[in-house]
């Protein structure tokens, strides 16, 4: 158990509102990441983090901001949401000494709906 | 850039058949990783196995066994004897080295929906 917890769980909103989800590790890996699943698309990354304050952008970042305070939290903003950003959002987390190339451990998932 | 492709989008079978998923994956580096994650019906991902690209040995575990073939940039899965429990989303992925600051961004592919009736 990697002990990554997201949330909210599921959430619906309406076009142009913000949105936060919350990405919480218990055990201070350095390494988080968030992808989006779409049918037909697998996973696909939309930012990533290396450290606090640490953060880049990965091949779906557009329309999405991250911040990453503590090590503990991730967090992703949709500033002004819109139905193509409706999906499953995937918290991941690779454990501290496994490797450049380790494997990657996933939350729960997160489904938004932007009606 | 680094691409995988499971053409596969749907697969359906009787249960106790043998069935392959295939992964076919591009990149240019000659040092790279390739994972497969299992996604079962409640939605979590659930990690398979990791295999680097110096290492073509087959891996056999229990009922799963995966076949790695550089020569023809594959790194299909085989369930033996499948059971109604191996209904999920498989997804292969692919990660390069090394991005020093990312660590590790797999790249995945479009996953296979397994569906083993009994």
């Known amino acids: 158990d990697a002990g990554i917890t997201q949330s909210p769980r599921h959430k619906v909103t309406e076009t142009g509102t913000p949105v936060t989800l919350r990405c919480h590790q218990t055990e201070n890996h350095r390494y988080m990441y968030w992808y989006r699943q779409d049918p037909g698309h697998g996973l696909r990354l939309i930012h990533y983090?290396?450290?606090?304050?640490?953060?880049d952008k990965g091949e779906v970042s557009d329309g999405y901001s991250v911040s990453r305070s503590k090590t503990e939290d991730f967090l992703l903003t949709l500033e002004s949401a819109t139905s193509s950003q409706t999906s499953v959002y995937f918290c991941?987390?690779?454990?501290?000494?496994?490797?450049?190339?380790?494997?990657?451990?996933f939350g729960e998932g997160s489904r938004l709906t932007v009606l | 850039a680094q691409k995988v492709t499971q053409a596969q989008t749907e697969i359906s079978v009787v249960e106790k058949e043998d069935v392959t998923l295939d992964c076919v994956y591009e990149?240019?580096?000659?040092?790279?990783?390739l994972f497969w994650y299992k996604q079962p019906p409640s939605g979590e991902l659930v990690f398979l196995i990791r295999r680097n690209s110096f290492d073509e040995q087959n891996e056999i575990s229990g009922r799963y066994s995966w076949n790695f073939q550089k020569s023809t940039s594959s790194f299909n899965f085989t369930i033996t004897a499948s059971q109604v429990v191996d209904s999920a989303v498989y997804f292969c992925?692919?990660?390069?080295?090394?991005?020093?600051?990312?660590?590790?961004?797999?790249?995945f592919g479009g996953g296979t929906r397994l569906m083993v009736k009994p």
């Open positions: 990149t240019r580096d000659t040092t790279y990783y």
């Open positions: 991941a987390i690779r454990e501290d000494g496994t490797g450049e190339t380790g494997e990657l451990f």
């Open positions: 983090s290396y450290g606090v304050k640490d953060t």
């Open positions: 992925a692919l990660s390069e080295a090394l991005n020093n600051n990312a660590g590790n961004m797999l790249t």
